[in-house]
Each structure stands twice: as C-alpha cells, then as structure tokens.
C-alpha cells in the first residue's frame, strides 16, 4: 500500500541497526522513551529491539490513551449506562479496561447497560439522532489526535440543534504529560527514570506540530526526534536520537515530514480551542494528578458536557495492588517486572490497562516479546541408536 | 488507538465528506479538519476524519534519505574489502 509499504523494508531496517551499532558508544547507555504507544507497537511487532544494540535502551512511556484512563473515570461511564438509562457510545479499545466491582463496560453491556462501540465521534451524534427519547453520552478519550473530531461534533450537534448528546470528556494533553514525567514530582515515591532523549508523537504531532517540544529541548536538554509509526521510521529516529546524544546535542528534530510540520495542523487547534479548556488538574492512571493535562468542555457548550448535564462527581478509585501499570508507564519498570504478567493479566483478561491495548506496553510485549525472555540453548546431542 | 493510515481522496461529496481509498477499502471520511485536501492527495485518516495531509515530496526525501543510507553502506563495504577486487 502506497506510503506504508516502502517504511517497512527488512533491508533498509537491517542497514539501519548496522548503522546504529557503529555510532552508539559500546562504553555508554542510551535512554530513549518512547512516549506513544504506537511507537511501543511498532517496536515490539516488527522485532526493532532486536536489531538494537544492547546499550540503545528503549522505555515505554505513558501515550496510550487506554492506559492511561483511569479507574474512576470508567465507572462515571458505566453508571451512566446502568444507573442514568443513557446510551453510551465509545471507542472499542476502550470497551475492555477493567474498572470497579469487576466490571468494564464491556462487561457493564452484557448487564443490560446500552453501551455502543463507535469507529466515529460523528456516529455517537447520529445515535443520539437516531435515538431522541433517550440521552446519548459520547465517552470521548484520546490525546491531541481523537481531540479535534470530538470538538467537531459538539459544534454540530449544537448547529443541529440535538438535545439529547452530552460529551464526557477524558481528553487528555501530550506536552503536560512529558513536563511530569521530566519534572518527577513523586520520583520518591516511585522511582526516577533517567532518559537521554524521546521519540516524539507521530499522530499527535500532526496536530499540534513540532514546536510545543521546543522546551523539553531547551529547558530540559532532552532531545526530541518526531517519528511516524512504521519501523523503519522508528529506527531512523532512535539512529538520529544517538547522533544528538553522541554531538551533545538536544534539539527537536522531525522524521515525519511528511505529516509534521513546525506549527501542525492550525485548523484542528481552532476548533480544540473554541470548543475546550485546559483543566486545572486530572488524574491519569499511573501517573496519579497532573496539573494542567487534560480538557473540558468551555462553559458555551455547557450543555454537551455530560459531567454537568447529569451531576457527575469524580472518585477515584486505586488500581489493582499487584498491578504495576503504573511504574511500567513512567518507564521505572518492564512488563516482566509484574507479578501478574502472563499469569493472571493476559490480552484475554487484563487486570491493568497496560495489557488492554494492543499499544500498551504489557500486550506488545505480551504478544510479540514474551519467547524473547526465554534463553535459547542448543538441543542436547540425541543419543545414537545403538 | 493512534491506528491512522496515509489513504488517498478520490471523491469529494457535499459538505466536507470525501471518500478515501487505502489498499482498495473505500471509506468515507470527513475532511472538515483538512479542508485543502483535494481528490489525489493523501491524507492521514484517525476516527473517520482526516487529521492530516501527507506531503508526497517530503516522503519521498525520507525514502531517499534510507536509499542513501544504503548507498553509504555499500561504498563503505567496498572500501574495507580493499580494492584488490579492481
């Protein structure tokens, strides 16, 4: 397929973990997180960690949106289908995240709650216009990519005049995500993780540009590749990634050109911004309460906001004890480094959200990386036939 | 969640649907959040809406930015085998 293809040359990948073996220091470790999931994927599918040298470290960041949705804010989703009558529509990946009393809301629709997969913010708007007798939520999550088509269909519904749609907004925000993990308010707590540098967003970028990193680079001497979701895009960036650690240098630098550019998509940050606000703080799952890193409906579009329309209170609500999704998203641990890795968590039946997503850390790992953990030896010579 | 795939317009309906056409798989998509887009050109598809145009030009300097890589590679292999091949 034309532009998905040519980025997945075995040969090219090959030359490029040569290349990247003979300028990456053998006396020196490389940090590198990569902060979207789709990345992890990517990484973890395509077989790129083997073609890295052992001192190029890769660390799984928190940029899935699924993992990092926590607890508390499923269950507002659940009790609107199960306690408030409300059809509620939503994104598939985000059907099978576990939530309170053993529930998710996959597991909540099999209770009788009216709870619709949906590929399209706009086909939420158009059950609630297929539906008008009843209330229709749209349970939005994402980063800066899924942000700009939900802010779209608030405006139409308006335009529309729908009465019965109502957004419950999780959106989440990219650059406050990375300050807090470089600002490590609760390193005490859970460990620090030293990094080198980032994979930058692909999608995301795509929205927002490259210019909200400059002050990861600036401020906070991390370099900053953009990479687009193909492997061999994945390796020229960790290849550019050593190249600033090996200059000294920290800059933003931009593999996906050919989707990223410095100031992004200007159209869909008008629209974010007319619909939504910044909040002043969230919770997100693994990383507790950061400030600053999510939005909410602007009060114009009051109306559409489903924590208002019906009253909602966020509780949240801890994890899992044995579960380590949150150190694996902070990069402090590996998946393997679970208890319940591959035992009790499993793609099947997750426990954490790591192992929801195909892109969390736990199912890429889970899925393409668990034989990696065995070592290989060589079979015992057979004992000949007398 | 990110899944988004370079698809190419190729029809242009009322309002700002379009359909795309990635690998044979016809879709339609908004192209509300890329309004320049135009029948022929890529765009990135994410939840039924396009988020993005693809810059042909730019994707084919990555591509050859890996072919020079290849290139090198090769000029460098023909260096240390010596040149008791000439």
Same mark, same amino acid.
């Given at each position: 397929?034309?532009?998905i293809?040519? $980025?997945?040359d075995?040969?090219?990948a090959?030359?490029?973990?040569?290349?990247i073996?003979?300028?990456?220091?053998?006396?020196?470790?490389?940090? $590198?997180?990569?902060?979207?999931?789709?990345?992890t994927?990517?990484? %973890?599918?395509?077989?790129?960690?083997?073609?890295?040298?052992?001192?190029?470290?890769?660390?799984?960041?928190?940029?899935?949106?699924?993992?990092?949705?926590?607890?508390?804010?499923i269950?507002l989703?659940?009790?609107?289908?199960?306690?408030?009558?409300?059809?509620?529509?939503?994104?598939?990946?985000?059907?099978r995240?576990? !939530?309170?009393?053993?529930?998710?809301?996959?597991? !909540?629709?099999?209770?009788?709650?009216?709870?619709?997969?949906?590929?399209?913010?706009?086909?939420?708007?158009?059950?609630?216009?297929?539906?008008?007798?009843?209330?229709?939520?749209?349970?939005?999550?994402?980063?800066?990519?899924?942000?700009?088509?939900?802010?779209?269909?608030?405006?139409?519904?308006?335009?529309?005049?729908?009465?019965? #749609?109502?957004?419950?907004?999780?959106?989440?925000?990219?650059? @406050?995500?990375?300050?807090?993990?470089?600002?490590?308010?609760?390193?005490?707590?859970?460990?620090k993780?030293?990094?080198?540098?980032?994979?930058?967003?692909?999608?995301?970028?795509?929205?927002?540009?490259?210019?909200?990193?400059?002050?990861?680079?600036?401020?906070?001497?991390?370099?900053?590749?953009?990479?687009? #979701?193909?492997?061999?895009?994945?390796?020229q960036?960790?290849?550019?990634?050593?190249?600033?650690?090996?200059?000294?240098?920290?800059?933003?630098?931009?593999?996906?050109?050919?989707?990223?550019t410095?100031?992004?998509?200007?159209? !869909?940050?008008?629209?974010?911004?007319?619909?939504?606000?910044?909040?002043? %703080?969230?919770?997100?799952?693994?990383?507790?309460?950061?400030?600053? /890193?999510?939005?909410?409906?602007?009060?114009?579009?009051? @109306? $559409?906001?489903?924590?208002?329309?019906?009253?909602?209170?966020?509780?949240?609500?801890p994890?899992?004890?044995a579960?380590?999704?949150?150190?694996?998203?902070r990069?402090?641990?590996?998946?393997?480094?679970?208890?319940?890795?591959?035992?009790?968590?499993?793609?099947?039946?997750?426990?954490? %959200?790591?192992?929801? /997503? /195909?892109?969390?850390?736990?199912?890429?790992?889970?899925?393409?990386?668990?034989?990696?953990?065995?070592?290989?030896?060589?079979? @015992?010579?057979?004992?000949? @036939?007398? | 969640?990110?899944?988004?795939?370079?698809?190419?317009?190729?029809?242009?309906?009322?309002?700002?649907?379009?359909?795309?056409?990635?690998?044979?798989?016809?879709?339609?998509?908004s192209?509300?959040?890329?309004?320049?887009?135009?029948?022929?050109?890529?765009?990135?598809?994410?939840?039924?809406?396009?988020?993005?145009?693809?810059?042909?030009?730019?994707?084919?300097?990555?591509?050859?930015?890996?072919?020079?890589?290849?290139?090198?590679?090769?000029?460098?292999?023909?260096?240390?085998?010596?040149?008791?091949?000439?």
């Amino acid at each position: 397929m034309k532009y998905i293809d040519e $980025f997945r040359d075995g040969a090219i990948a090959r030359q490029l973990g040569e290349r990247i073996h003979a300028e990456a220091h053998p006396d020196r470790v490389y940090r $590198f997180m990569e902060f979207c999931g789709g990345h992890t994927h990517a990484l %973890s599918r395509y077989g790129v960690t083997e073609l890295l040298p052992p001192q190029v470290q890769m660390i799984h960041g928190p940029g899935c949106p699924v993992c990092v949705l926590p607890i508390g804010r499923i269950d507002l989703a659940i009790r609107l289908a199960l306690e408030r009558g409300a059809i509620v529509c939503t994104y598939g990946d985000t059907m099978r995240v576990p !939530a309170s009393d053993g529930l998710s809301l996959i597991k !909540a629709k099999a209770r009788g709650g009216d709870i619709r997969m949906v590929y399209s913010a706009a086909d939420a708007l158009k059950t609630a216009q297929a539906h008008p007798d009843r209330e229709v939520v749209f349970f939005a999550i994402g980063f800066e990519t899924t942000t700009p088509p939900t802010a779209l269909v608030v405006q139409q519904a308006e335009r529309l005049g729908v009465k019965n #749609f109502s957004v419950l907004c999780c959106h989440v925000l990219t650059p @406050a995500a990375v300050t807090h993990i470089l600002a490590a308010p609760d390193a005490e707590q859970h460990g620090k993780v030293e990094l080198d540098g980032f994979i930058g967003p692909a999608h995301v970028s795509i929205v927002i540009g490259s210019d909200p990193y400059v002050p990861f680079a600036e401020g906070w001497h991390k370099p900053v590749v953009i990479a687009g #979701f193909e492997p061999l895009d994945v390796m020229q960036a960790i290849l550019m990634l050593v190249r600033q650690v090996n200059e000294g240098r920290a800059e933003v630098e931009n593999e996906f050109t050919r989707a990223v550019t410095p100031k992004g998509n200007v159209a !869909a940050q008008k629209v974010m911004d007319e619909v939504f606000e910044v909040r002043d %703080s969230f919770e997100w799952r693994g990383l507790g309460v950061v400030p600053h /890193s999510a939005l909410k409906l602007r009060e114009r579009y009051a @109306a $559409f906001d489903a924590e208002r329309r019906f009253d909602l209170h966020y509780q949240p609500v801890p994890d899992h004890k044995a579960c380590e999704c949150g150190a694996i998203l902070r990069g402090v641990k590996r998946p393997t480094d679970c208890k319940l890795f591959g035992n009790v968590c499993t793609p099947d039946n997750p426990v954490g %959200s790591c192992m929801v /997503s /195909s892109e969390g850390a736990c199912a890429a790992h889970y899925s393409y990386g668990r034989f990696r953990d065995i070592p290989i030896v060589p079979a @015992a010579p057979q004992a000949r @036939a007398a | 969640m990110c899944l988004a795939l370079p698809a190419q317009v190729v029809e242009k309906r009322d309002g700002d649907e379009a359909i795309v056409n990635l690998g044979g798989v016809r879709k339609a998509v908004s192209l509300a959040l890329v309004p320049e887009a135009e029948i022929g050109d890529y765009v990135i598809v994410h939840v039924g809406h396009a988020i993005g145009l693809l810059d042909r030009d730019e994707a084919e300097k990555t591509l050859a930015l890996f072919a020079e890589l290849d290139a090198a590679q090769a000029a460098e292999a023909a260096l240390t085998t010596g040149g008791a091949a000439t």
